[in-house]
């Protein structure tokens, strides 16, 4: 049953967060007034996606994932540490053992690693939360995972 309400709500904040939009959009065309309801969506559900992170399901763990790459521009570091959180609290379901889901967060670290590495290099906290994502996969037996622990250096040249 609360599953069932789970992926009720999480296709709900999906839909209403713009992030299909943002996905079906990959040109760049986002309008000011569309990038600015996605920026106010964020700031009033933070704690919404926060509370059903919290649960674990896979499936709303993926369907938030999704969520969250569309919403980093608005706070890259606070996206980064949700997702971490998420994804400790996916582990109870499973997470770490769905394909999409290893393949998501790769390509969500890579993003950081190229685009945010600072965090890594001067916050303790972000790069604890790097560590302890990539482990996750790392031992679910992932190789793209254990691929991508090679790149670390990467953040401190």
Known sequence: MLASVAHSLDMEL???????DVEGNKGGNETA?????????YTEARDILETLGSLGH????????EIYETLVSFDA?????AVHRLVVAGVRGGYQHESIGADQIVKFVGRYLADH????????QSRAALRELLD????????SARRLT???????R
Do not use: C
């Not at 999906?14 to 299909?20: E, I, K, Q, V, W």
């Not at 570091?77 to 540490?81: C, E, S």
């Not at 996750?136 to 190789?143: E, I, L």
């Not at 090679?150 to 401190?156: G, K, P």
């Open 117 to 124: 590495r600072h965090f890594f290099r001067d916050d303790e």
């Open 33 to 41: 007034e569309s990038k600015g309801q996605r920026e106010r969506f």
């Open 77 to 81: 570091r606070g996206v980064f540490l």
């Open 150 to 156: 090679h790149r670390l250096e990467e953040v401190f």
């Open 136 to 143: 996750v996969f790392v031992k679910a037996g992932w190789p």
């Open 14 to 20: 999906y839909f209403g967060s713009g992030a299909h």
């Open 58 to 65: 896979p499936s709303s763990t993926h369907r938030l994932m």
